[in-house]
């Protein structure tokens, strides 16, 4: 539960591969969920333990970790790096949005 009174969900989207369309897990974003996870109390799902077990095995070497993984070699190829330099920041930013009406809201 959180202030507003419900559960939370952490969702790692993914992305689909361009050669076919169809979807492809990225490891950006099991970090990500996994880093959003790793900073909340409460009980978690099996899916959610595992995203932040990934986190925390790659929390110590992120960037390393996203410029080698699929997705950052294709920013990479795409002349993109400070992407991928963001990407492996973690507790950059303070801001919290919240879903409200169907549309992101400053938390």
């Given at each position: 539960?959180?202030?507003?009174g419900g559960p939370i969900a952490v969702i790692a989207a993914g992305e689909r591969w361009r050669s076919d369309g169809s979807l492809r897990a990225c490891?950006?974003?099991t970090l990500g969920a996994g880093a959003i996870l790793a900073g909340l109390r409460g009980t978690r799902s099996p899916e959610a333990e595992g995203a932040v077990a990934v986190f925390e095995a790659f929390k110590q070497r992120m960037l390393e970790t996203l410029v080698?993984?699929?997705s950052g070699r294709e920013l990479g190829e795409k002349?993109?790096?400070?992407?991928i330099q963001m990407a492996a920041?973690?507790?950059?930013?303070?801001?919290?949005?919240?879903m409200q009406d169907g549309a992101f809201m400053r938390a």
């Open positions: 539960m959180n202030k507003h490891l950006e974003d080698r993984c699929s002349g993109h790096p400070r992407n920041e973690v507790d950059a930013s303070s801001g919290v949005p919240l």
